[in-house]
């Protein structure tokens, strides 16, 4: 009888705490040290970009970004936008299971015709940032994520706005994941 309490016990805590235990994606992967970042503040002009907005999980922010980015590439293209920087995603939303990402472009200045294609005029507008160069895997980027976060406290800021990364390398170009750069932006104050 008490095997069966125990048993019961513990499947009951399994299916209680499972979800929290996927959300938070615990690994007993072993991982290589993080790559040292280079963590400093910047003051960063007024950005211009086009993007996508959709409501993603975790899971699928690789998903939107391979459809949604290549629609605005395509509609600046077509509309004689000229592009300032390559690919970025910015997080204005982040919740306990889903997020909202804004997949884009920089843009050299707003469009002047109304967008289509469920394509947004975005504008970030100038101030603080702390930025840093993540070198590696993208499923290594929350943990440059967190080491940004506790480099802000330590330095006694606060995040001040949506946190975006712009795609330094094309993974086409340098398949290699170890040789990707990211490059993370937190506007702060």
Known sequence: MAGQHIAAVHASTVSSTAPCISLYRISII????????????RDLPTVHALVIRRRVTRDEIATALAECLP?????????????????????????????????????????????????????????????TIHRGPYDSLPESYQR???????????????????????????????????EIVQPVR
């Open 71 to 131: 629609v605005v590439f395509d509609y600046a293209q077509q509309h004689g936008l000229a592009i300032a920087g390559p690919p970025f995603a910015r997080y204005p939303e982040v919740g306990m299971g889903s997020l909202t990402i804004e997949s884009g472009i920089t843009v050299v200045e707003p469009p002047s015709t109304a967008l289509a294609d469920g394509i947004e005029a975005l504008v970030i507008p100038p101030g603080r940032a702390v930025v």
């Open 148 to 182: 940004i976060e506790r480099w802000i406290r330590d330095q006694g800021l606060s995040a001040a706005g949506a946190p975006w990364e712009t795609y330094l390398t094309d993974p086409g170009e340098r398949p290699d994941p170890a040789t990707w750069e990211t």
């Open 30 to 41: 072993e991982r290589k040290p993080a790559v040292p970042l280079d963590i400093s503040v």
